[in-house]
């Protein structure tokens, strides 16, 4: 841990052990305080405690997450709050923006992404993806310039080439939908075509043509740190 750098604390609702275990210790190698909770209403019974981000299981015993994500942002609607579901995927997703979740990942999901989005929510200090520059591939990422480089090239961004790019560094390695993208980049109350991510993506192509930005077909796209092909 950092010198300076206060550890955040992240209360886990999940009434699965082995998967509370699991997130829990990616969680903590990433430098969080856990807590853990396998029942709602245990949760909610300690939510007046100093907590910098929720994780809740919809379908938890005692209280469900609907419930808990009431209360806490009742509480303090600045909590971020991150919702977990192996139910009907788009409809929890819906409901819990619309109840104020500020992120949604459907089950099963790798634990990895679960942790890019907790460094995404909570701006950690101690994490790579809020540094001031980020090495993708041959390309330097700059966040105080908004701008990338290559050898002595300096490739101007416009503002929403910049917001993607940086969102896909927040899910670096991590295959994102288009819908996701848009909810993140562009906001949810967008309501234009989907294609202005594809749009977005060929201007950055066309800008950095060796950036490790690969298809997912049928689903959306993933940045690579590396190429996976030679130039």
């Known amino acids: 841990m950092k010198r300076g750098v206060s550890i955040k604390n992240i209360y886990l609702v999940e009434d699965e052990e082995h ?6 210790t990616y969680l903590e190698d990433e430098g969080y305080k856990v807590k853990t909770f396998s029942d709602g209403l245990k949760a909610y019974k300690e939510i ?3 907590v910098d981000l929720w994780i809740l299981d919809i379908m938890v015993s005692g209280m469900n997450g609907y419930t808990l994500i ?8 600045e909590i971020p709050v991150i919702f977990m579901s192996a139910r009907n995927a788009e409809l929890d997703r819906v409901i819990g923006l619309e109840m104020g979740s500020d992120d949604y990942l459907p089950k099963p999901f790798l ?6 989005r907790v460094n995404r929510l909570l701006n950690n200090a101690n994490s790579k993806i809020v540094d001031s520059t980020e090495l993708i591939g041959d390309y330097l990422f700059r966040r105080q310039t908004r701008d990338l480089s290559i050898d002595d090239e ?8 910049y917001d ?3 969102y896909f560094i927040q899910n670096l390695e991590v295959a994102v939908k288009r819908d996701e993208i848009i909810d993140n980049v562009w906001g949810l109350d967008y309501f234009g075509s989907s294609r202005v991510v594809d749009d977005t993506i060929r201007r950055i192509r066309k800008k950095a043509p060796y950036l490790p930005i690969e298809n997912v077909y049928g689903y959306g796209y993933i940045l690579k740190r590396e190429l996976s092909y030679e130039k």
């Open 48 to 50: 007046n405690n100093d």
């Open 70 to 77: 009431k209360e806490i942002k009742k509480l303090n609607k």
């Open 19 to 24: 998967l509370s275990s699991l997130l829990t």
């Open 111 to 116: 634990p990895r992404e679960l942790v890019l």
């Open 154 to 161: 300096n490739i101007v961004l416009t503002n929403k080439e």
């Open 164 to 166: 993607l790019l940086n």
